[in-house]
């Protein structure tokens, strides 16, 4: 792996850890090695240790007493719980970003509801999923408010390493990209009422399309 050579240390070691979770590299549970990650970025253990303490914070690792750290477990009752706060959230920012955003800023946002269609039809999931989140990202952006995007932000972290399932039902697909055609056209017409509407049921529907293997469930 290429070693680290840019940014402060533990900043970019906190990402390199996080893409590992995120990625299912570094699974729920498992104890994570000091020495091998040291040895793999190339760096020593105080920013290492610095990383660990970012992402304790994000929630995504634990740390025992004389044990160590390891990858934080996710319960069915966190994501769940998670799905209502970030739903919340992204309701508010709906509402909030139909007073700022821009004739430029929609016109983006449309360009990736075009281009998340597109991956649709093409069955091209991973692709599609990154346009969407792109699109839930931008509307966050434009709410113009720091607080919210820093606590969507954490809050997001903890349930990136969630995959979706590509055996989803016809009605389910057609549901979220017709939300998203609501979404764009609540935007255009600045209707925030509307749009935070759109947002927090949408979210709420997400959680039947995520793919829980490794949740604990009890």
Request: proline letters at 1%; one cysteine or more; a neutral charge.
């Amino acid at each position: 792996m290429e070693k680290i050579q840019h940014r402060v240390l533990y900043q970019e070691a906190a990402d390199r850890i996080r893409g590992l979770i995120e990625h299912g590299t570094l699974a729920a549970g498992e104890k994570i090695s000091e020495k091998e990650l040291c040895e793999k970025f190339g760096i020593s253990r105080t920013p290492l240790r610095e990383a660990l303490k970012v992402l304790k914070s994000e929630g995504l690792i634990e740390m025992l007493p004389n044990r160590g750290a390891r990858v934080t477990r996710l319960t069915l009752d966190d994501v769940k719980h998670t799905y209502d706060i970030m739903g919340a959230l992204e309701g508010l920012s709906g509402e909030t970003a139909c007073r700022y955003i821009s004739d430029a800023e929609v016109a983006h946002i449309r360009d990736l509801h075009n281009k998340m269609v597109a991956h649709f039809h093409r069955n091209e999931l991973k692709e599609y999923f990154h346009a969407n989140q792109k699109i839930h990202e931008c509307i966050m952006l434009a709410s113009k408010n720091d607080v919210l995007l820093e606590m969507y932000n954490n809050l997001s972290q903890r349930i990136k390493r969630i995959r979706y399932s590509s055996e989803m039902s016809d009605d389910f697909w057609r549901k979220a990209v017709n939300d998203h055609e609501n979404m764009i056209e609540a935007l255009q017409a600045r209707d925030g009422e509307r749009l935070g509407h759109i947002l927090r049921s949408h979210l709420s529907h997400k959680l039947e399309a995520a793919n829980l293997t490794g949740i604990v469930t009890d």
